[in-house]
């Protein structure tokens, strides 16, 4: 019901009640009385009536109407059937105007407290308002940092991914080329495994003891370049070789004559590294277990034919060379692939003069030193004499060098071999590995 009230006085604009408001009220509740009329009289008719009264003044009988209109600003005098409104019903009257005025007052706080509870929800939805633009502001922010995080984070991954691509693509370089290498170690395998035969033989040279191994004894030959006028002693002991050496010239008597000769260290230069790259000729193959009883001219031009016929596996020869060292032949043909066509079969039946052989095929490898080292080895029994003259027979100047070099007075001792070229001639010596 005070919300209706409520209502109805807003729509009225009774916010604020005042006394024209409670008189209005007053004049409408005593025109409903019947049989009653009610004069009115605005302001600004009591206004006029004032200055026309001023004007002409108000006889005596009059008198009881002007207090009338003293008595209130708007009412002047009520006449009706039941006659003049008595002081109880006016009494009455204003009784219950007081009472509306009461619930007018009371309707006005109610609005008041509406109003005020209204604007502490409005600050309350407002401060919301706020507080929810504040927090879809923020989370538009995080939405939008944590997008361009995202964006770095896949760029990043991105560039990994192609950094991993690459390195993927890098390795797989890297494993073809080490398959390369390891099909051409595979390859030199191959060869060393079916090397061509090299026949030999056991000439009854007998060497007490055996190898460090157990195994075949391998050793070095070196080839040392001698000159005229020079001469190598080979002593049992090396403190001997090295006492020479100290000495360096040595005075040695021929009859009732001296000559003069300087000892010196023999310097081998040893290989310390060598690295030698080797490859397969695809147009050589190199033939080995060659008849030895057919002569040289008539085996090269049975091999030539035999091996440029199709069903032998052979093609276009080329050229047929023999090797007298090894007693090989090296066969070249004019087409790729031949060559290895033999060599996969490694051994081919050969029929000449009503014999047959069994041939051995083998890949022809050219071998080129890519890196050598050497380094200076001293022979420690081995004593070099320079500046010997030619003033006898070479075997007697020998004699004459290895009888005075075996005296300890010269500080010799033991020797174990001596070889003297004399002048205008050259020779090679053949160095090999001391074992003892």
């Known amino acids: 019901m005070a919300t209706a ?29 019947p049989g009653q009329k009610i004069y009115y009289r605005s302001k600004r008719a009591r206004h006029n009536r004032k200055s026309t009264d001023e004007a002409n003044p108000p006889e005596a009988t009059h008198g009881h109407k002007s207090n009338m209109e003293d008595m209130g600003e708007e009412f002047v005098h009520i006449n009706g059937a039941s006659g003049t409104l008595t002081a109880d019903s006016l009494k009455k009257e204003i009784e219950k105007l007081k009472a509306a005025h009461a619930q007018f007052e009371k309707d006005k706080n109610e609005l008041e407290t509406a109003r005020d509870e209204a604007k502490k929800v409005e600050e309350q939805l407002n401060y919301k308002s706020e507080l ?67 026949q030999v033989v056991f000439k009854g040279a007998l060497r007490e003891g055996k190898t460090k191994n157990g195994g075949t004894d391998i050793r070095p030959k070196i080839m040392y370049p001698m000159s005229g006028g020079t001469a190598l002693i080979t002593f049992e002991k090396a403190e001997v070789a090295e006492r020479v050496i100290e000495r360096k010239e040595h005075k040695i008597q021929i009859d009732e004559c001296f000559m003069r000769v300087q000892a010196s260290a023999v310097e081998l230069p040893m290989p310390s590294s060598i690295e030698i790259d080797m490859h397969v000729c695809n147009f050589r193959v190199m033939v080995s277990n060659i008849p030895e009883d057919i002569p040289q001219d008539r085996i090269i031009d049975k091999l030539e034919i035999f091996f440029s016929k199709k069903k032998n596996g052979g093609g276009e020869v080329e050229k047929c060379e023999f090797l007298p060292d090894s007693g090989q032949v090296i066969i070249i043909f004019g087409e790729e692939g031949v060559a290895q066509r033999l060599t996969s079969k490694g051994v081919h039946t050969f029929s000449v003069e009503n014999k047959t052989y069994q041939l051995k095929v ?7 030193i890519k890196d050598l080292q050497l380094r200076d080895s001293i022979c420690r029994k081995t004593v070099l004499l320079t500046g010997i003259p030619d003033i006898m027979d070479e075997e007697a100047l020998q004699d004459v060098l290895e009888i005075h070099f075996q005296k300890k007075s010269n500080g010799g001792g033991e020797v174990e071999l001596i070889h003297y070229v004399p002048l205008g001639k050259d020779a090679i010596a053949v160095f090999e590995e001391d074992v003892e």
């Open 362 to 368: 083998t890949p022809y490898v050219k071998g080129e």
């Open 132 to 198: 929810l633009v504040k927090r879809l502001m923020d989370k538009k922010q995080e939405d939008m940092e944590l997008e361009s995080s995202l964006e770095d984070k896949l760029l990043k991954a991105q560039q990994e991914h192609d950094m991993l691509i690459k390195k993927q693509q890098d390795l797989q370089r890297q494993l073809e080329e080490e398959e390369r290498k390891k099909a051409i170690l595979d390859e030199e395998m191959e060869i060393t495994n079916v090397r061509p035969e090299r």
């Open 5 to 33: 009230r409520q209502a109805s006085l807003g729509r009225q604009g009774l916010e604020h009640p005042s006394r024209a408001s409670a008189a209005y009220t007053l004049k409408r509740k005593l025109a409903e009385l």
